[in-house]
């Protein structure tokens, strides 16, 4: 009775972080056995002053497409992200619960040809013809609520008592998805979050336990992330790695003034064993920033382009203004010549033991 009520509890305050409008079910199709969650206020993040200014940013990219998926962004409302987590390896199952509105049929053409309807527990399932790599169905709960992910996962959110999921690690995340448009919550055993992903990357890295990522988009950019790490040593280790790389980045206010100004502004710390670090910027600062990362972009790409063709833009110009070297060559008369008269030459070799010899050869002419 405690923990079905401590899930009401939860589910309320679901409701209360993603607006009056939300469905509760939205927390209700979680992963049984989760240890990744992280979820996405698409319709939030749209009219954010932050997306507005990407939206912006992008639009104006020569040749700027989405392409691959932007339907389904465009039925999406919110999304939220379950999964086992890196220790069940790179085909980790995953669950992705979606709210927005729901076209079946649209659906049904962003899937491969041949995608079957099935029903599992009263909800329409659409099945795509399985493959060695992917074994994804949709399933369509009502047409506000959806469910994407492997067959496996889907019937088990589809059928699984919520009340199994993490209730900690729940708490955690809708505390984050009341103030942030993207978030992300992690608490997995040592090494799994990061060890297994970063292979032979530094060791701090691989004592990480869980994560907490907030990123508010309502006012600029605010990242808020937490680390747990397994001892207090690696949090310091880690803070202390972290610091280095800021302060250097905050230092190079020649090449990169934007990103200094930015870096001077994080703030970092460790406490027990836990790394804290958050940053705020602006949306005017934010926009000079992308402004200056979008001209680094273009003057690397250039330099790149004139170091293949061996060429600057002056002289690629003077090429193309100069006229062409082919309609300047005039014609040269060529002469036939006679075949030369054979001519036999003799070559004399003398002291030789066994006596002189002579080498008879022929010159000019044609060879039979």
Do not use: C
């Amino acid at each position: 009775m405690r923990i079905h009520a401590q899930f009401l509890l939860l589910a309320g305050t679901a409701m209360f972080a993603w607006g009056a409008g939300a469905e509760l079910s939205v927390w209700r199709y979680v992963h049984p056995e989760a240890k990744i969650l992280m979820g996405m206020d698409l319709a939030r993040s749209k009219q954010s002053a932050t997306g507005k200014l990407l939206a912006r940013q992008f639009t104006s990219l020569p040749n700027a497409k989405v392409t691959g998926g932007s339907e389904f962004l465009d039925m999406a409302d919110r999304v939220l992200l379950s999964s086992p987590g890196a220790e069940q390896g790179e085909n980790a199952p995953m669950l992705v619960a979606v709210e927005g509105r729901l076209d079946r049929i649209a659906l049904r053409k962003l899937l491969a040809p041949g995608t079957g309807v099935e029903r599992f527990h009263g909800v329409d399932l659409l099945v795509p013809p399985r493959t060695k790599k992917s074994d994804l169905v949709i399933a369509v709960i009502t047409d506000r609520l959806g469910l994407l992910g492997d067959r496996a996962s889907v019937e088990a959110a589809l059928t699984a008592d919520s009340t199994k999921v993490d209730a900690a690690m729940l708490r955690r995340a809708m505390e984050l998805a009341e103030a942030n448009e993207i978030w992300v919550v992690a608490t997995a055993p040592p090494g799994s979050l990061a060890g297994e992903a970063m292979g032979g990357g530094p060791e701090q890295l691989k004592d990480i336990e869980s994560m907490d990522l907030g990123i508010s988009l309502q006012k600029g950019l605010g990242l808020r992330l937490a680390l747990g790490m397994k001892t207090e040593a690696s949090a310091q280790a880690l803070a202390g790695m972290a610091q280095m790389l800021v302060g250097m980045a905050a230092s190079d206010t020649k090449k990169n003034p934007q990103l200094a100004e930015i870096a001077r502004s994080l703030k970092l710390n460790s406490e027990g064993t836990n790394v804290r670090l958050s940053i705020d910027v602006p949306v005017a600062q934010l926009e000079k920033g992308i402004a200056g990362l979008k001209s680094g972009v273009e003057t690397a790409s250039r330099k790149t382009l004139e170091g293949l063709v061996g060429a600057s833009p002056v002289s690629m110009s003077a090429m193309k203004q100069a006229p062409s070297p082919v309609a300047d060559v005039k014609p040269v008369e060529v002469r036939r010549e006679e075949p030369q008269v054979p001519k036999t030459r003799t070559i004399r070799v003398v002291g030789l033991e066994s006596g002189d010899k002579e080498i008879t050869y022929t010159t000019g002419g044609q060879r039979q």
